[in-house]
């Protein structure tokens, strides 16, 4: 890489770093923050969800945006709006000026990632550069997610939860200085209409989605505003695609999403995010209900995991390079798969600690594999005009992923628990949940992988 690259990378990768922090940060701060604004114990909830659901279903919408108006000037804009809302969230004396903050961090969020995300491949041109770009994009947001936990522990004990939000002002306003100079802009020379139908289409239809998931986590599956949410999500997303083979700029083109690098590399990568964030939620419950630990002894055990993302994502573009997209999609399911097969043998004793240590490590390293390999194959074989569309999929894969995976996992838990309360139902609930959790993501590397058989690029000779 030139200087100006790594400039360029160390930028982007700073600014996705943080916003993946901000999916974390605040869950271990939770009860100290409803006790400090007054939140119900059913309203806490509300303070990830109301960010979950701007985050993701506003993500395609900002990634056409920034082909229109410039993918700069958007990742610009968005660090700007983040770093306002972390100020209006640490200054917060209720629960809807909290809320208010979150919502728009999310729609920050929604903007910032696949702008970033775009500016990045298009930085750096298909091939081994943009792999080890990739590489160490999906190392450093899968590290936020830990870190976040971590440092929003010792942000809580040490100052006060109102930190979790100021630590982002300095590094926002450090970007928003310097990136109109460092960062080069790249746009279509012409400029489309917005594709406003099939705008209000998808993000209605990934709200309700997200919604809907996020209900039937608290309240089951069969609930009335469960059920209503997932229909009505499903009917708007129906009409998406419908409004997309009519439109004459459609915001994802019908080709686009009928490409098998898309369709798969997407859906190996939403099985990553789903599967890899619910199995934090399980060991949480482990470490926390069964094994009695603290929240902040808790996020410090997630450090581990951390690591193992950090090793995945630095060996990720080496793997895609060597061994080609799907053969590393493949491997890094299998292992992940594996290791987290492994945690179903966890028990009541302290000792499982260095199991899960292990295995959390281990599974890490492979998450990561299968998350560059789904990066550079929903990235790869689309100009540059369409990196927009390509990376807002990619990270609207990623956001629904992440807001997939619990409900899910918890339904399982609670099915197997029932009424039954203490620390071995915990453990066989998060037990059978592990076993799910490892099925999914083998199943989901091994379809991906038969389905991108010839479709992906080839490694390189020697």
Same mark, same amino acid.
């Given at each position: 890489m030139s200087g100006h690259q790594k400039l360029v990378l160390a930028l982007l990768l700073g600014s996705q770093f943080m916003i993946a922090v901000d999916f974390s940060i605040l869950n271990v701060a939770l009860p100290v923050v409803g006790e400090g604004l007054g939140f119900s114990l059913a309203g806490l #909830?509300?303070?990830?969800t109301s960010f979950a659901l701007a985050a993701a279903g506003f993500t395609l919408l900002f990634g056409r945006v920034a082909d229109l108006v410039g993918r700069k000037n958007l990742f610009v804009g968005g660090m700007a709006v983040l770093g306002l809302s972390s100020v209006l969230g640490g200054l917060a004396t209720s629960p809807e000026v909290l809320l208010t903050a979150r919502v728009l961090q999310g729609l920050a969020t929604a903007a910032v990632t696949p702008a970033g995300l775009a500016l990045l491949t298009t930085a750096f041109k298909e091939g081994p550069l943009r792999e080890r770009a990739l590489g160490l994009n999906g190392a450093l947001m899968s590290a936020g997610f830990t870190a976040g936990a971590i440092l929003g522990g010792l942000l @809580?004990?040490?100052? !006060?939860?109102?930190? $979790?939000?100021?630590?982002?002002?300095?590094?926002?306003?450090?970007?928003?200085?310097?990136?109109? !100079?460092?960062? *080069?802009? !790249?746009?279509?020379?012409?400029?489309?209409?917005?594709?406003?139908?099939? $705008?209000? +289409?998808? *993000?209605?239809?990934?709200?309700?989605?997200?919604?809907?998931? @996020?209900?039937?986590?608290?309240?089951?599956? @069969?609930?009335?505003? *469960?059920? +209503?949410?997932? $229909?009505?999500?499903?009917?708007?997303?129906?009409?998406?695609?419908?409004?997309? #083979?009519? $439109? *004459? +700029?459609?915001l994802v083109p019908i080709r686009v999403l009928k490409q098998r690098s898309v369709v798969w590399g997407n859906t190996a990568g939403l099985i990553a995010f789903a599967t890899e964030t619910s199995l934090v939620f399980l060991l949480t419950l482990y470490l926390q209900e069964v094994l009695g630990h603290s929240a902040l002894a808790t996020g410090l055990a997630f450090g581990v995991l951390g690591a193992g993302t950090v090793v995945g994502g630095v060996l990720g573009g080496r793997a895609v390079g060597r061994f080609g997209n799907r053969r590393a999609i493949v491997l890094g399911g299998t292992v992940q798969a594996a290791a987290t097969l492994s945690l179903v043998a966890l028990g009541t004793s302290g000792a499982w600690i260095w199991l899960l240590l292990a295995a959390t490590f281990v599974g890490g390293v492979g998450n990561m594999l299968m998350i560059v390999g789904f990066m550079v194959t929903a990235t790869s074989g689309l100009p540059d005009e369409e990196q927009g569309r390509a990376t807002g999929l990619a990270t609207m894969t990623q956001q629904v992923g992440i807001a997939l995976g619990i409900p899910v996992m918890s339904t399982v838990v609670t099915a197997r628990t029932g009424a039954a309360h203490g620390p071995e139902a915990v453990l066989s609930g998060v037990s059978t949940a592990i076993l799910v959790n490892s099925a999914l993501v083998l199943a989901g590397a091994v379809l991906a992988g038969h389905f991108l058989a010839g479709g992906t690029r080839r490694p390189k000779d020697g």
């Open positions: #909830q509300w303070i990830a @809580t004990d040490l100052l !006060s939860w109102r930190w $979790a939000f100021f630590i982002n002002v300095p590094v926002a306003a450090l970007v928003v200085i310097l990136a109109p !100079s460092v960062i *080069t802009d !790249s746009r279509p020379e012409k400029r489309q209409k917005l594709d406003v139908p099939g $705008a209000v +289409a998808v *993000t209605g239809g990934l709200l309700l989605l997200v919604l809907g998931l @996020t209900r039937a986590g608290e309240t089951g599956w @069969t609930g009335p505003a *469960t059920l +209503a949410a997932l $229909a009505a999500g499903a009917v708007l997303l129906v009409a998406f695609v419908r409004i997309e #083979q009519r $439109a *004459t +700029a459609p």
